[in-house]
Every structure is written in structure tokens, then in C-alpha cells.
């Protein structure tokens, strides 16, 4: 079985991914760090060197390769993985998809103090807010196709591992 996390920079799909992972006896993977351990550089050197749309196809084809796995993996995506190619659907075909669903205004927050490695960010010249706000409004489309969306009062440690645990017995989770 696999469990794709999803949603914005920021987010916590990480670290809550992690998490949840290790207390529910999944295998964790990080797509951003895959990409950054087959290609020997980081998603910012890969941004700069190559542009973001070589990025996108490096990322599609991860994904493709992630999804080939077997076993019982919690994956968490990149920001933009789900918006773009049919990545969105793929995962939805081949596992169970869940969307963490913060504000603008939190994921603004959370992201202020880590701009300079997510290249998306890193340069901005104009206001972070309405950035975020901006990309999340052009994006919502995709991340509402998620399985299950996640409020922003469960995105956290203690109730991600439990919706976790439930997926993986098989519960139909409604919030
Ligand atoms: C991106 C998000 C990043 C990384 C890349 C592009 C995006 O991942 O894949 O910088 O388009 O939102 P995180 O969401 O893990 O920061």
C-alpha cells in the first residue's frame, strides 16, 4: 500500500510524514530527497542549473518510479507534484492520497524562516503572503482532488499518526 502526502511549502508533509511513517510501520520517502540523491545535487542547484521545467519532468519520473515500489510506503510529494503531467492521478490510482490543508496565512508563517532553500521563494521580490495565497488559489484544483483532505487542526503529529493508522486498517476517513 502507499500513502501520498500532499500540499504547499510548508505544509509539514515531511516531518509529519516522517512521523506518522515510523509509528505505523511504513517505509517514509521524500520524493524532493530522491530526486536529490539520484541526481547528486540539491532541488535548488537543479533549479538553477536546468530550469524548473527539466525539474518537473525529473519529478514525474520519480514519481513513476516511486509508484513501482512494493511495499508499504508513506511517500511525502514535492509542493507542485500534484499539478503538473497526471501526477495527481497516478497517485490517486495507485494509493491513497491526503491533502494538508493550511491557510495561507499559517503556510506564510511557517515559511518566512526557510526561503532560501526552496528556490520557488528563494528570490522573491514581492510580498511572500500574496504569493502563497496566489499559487495556493492556482493550485487548489489539484490538491482538492486528494482522497482526503485534512483540516489544518489535524495537521499535527499526534492526529496525523492516528488518521494514518486508520487508512491503513482499511477505516473510510470524512472530516
Ligand atoms: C515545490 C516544492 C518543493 C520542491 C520544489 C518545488 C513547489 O517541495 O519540490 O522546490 O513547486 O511547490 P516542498 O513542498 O517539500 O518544499
Partial sequence: M?????GFM??????????AARHNDLV??????YIEKQ?????????????EPAFREMEREALREVIALEGDWLVSSGGGTPCYFDNMEQMNAHGTTLYL???SARLTD???????????????KGDLQTFVHHKLLERAAFYSQAQLIVPEEF???RDM???????????????
Fill in 39 to 51: 541526481q547528486g545535487r540539491s532541488i535548488r542547484e537543479i533549479f538553477s542549473g536546468e530550469g
Fill in 110 to 124: 511557517r515559511l518566512r524562516n526557510s526561503k532560501g532553500k526552496r528556490p520557488l521563494i528563494a528570490g522573491l
Fill in 28 to 33: 517514509f520517502l521524500d520524493l524532493d530527497e
Fill in 10 to 19: 510548508g505544509a509539514g508533509k515531511s516531518s509529519l510524514g516522517r512521523y
Fill in 155 to 157: 495537521a499535527n503529529k
Fill in 2 to 6: 502507499k500513502i501520498f502526502l500532499i
Fill in 161 to 175: 499518526k492516528e488518521i494514518v493508522a486508520q487508512i491503513k486498517a482499511g477505516t473510510k476517513l470524512t472530516f
Fill in 101 to 103: 490543508d493550511l491557510s
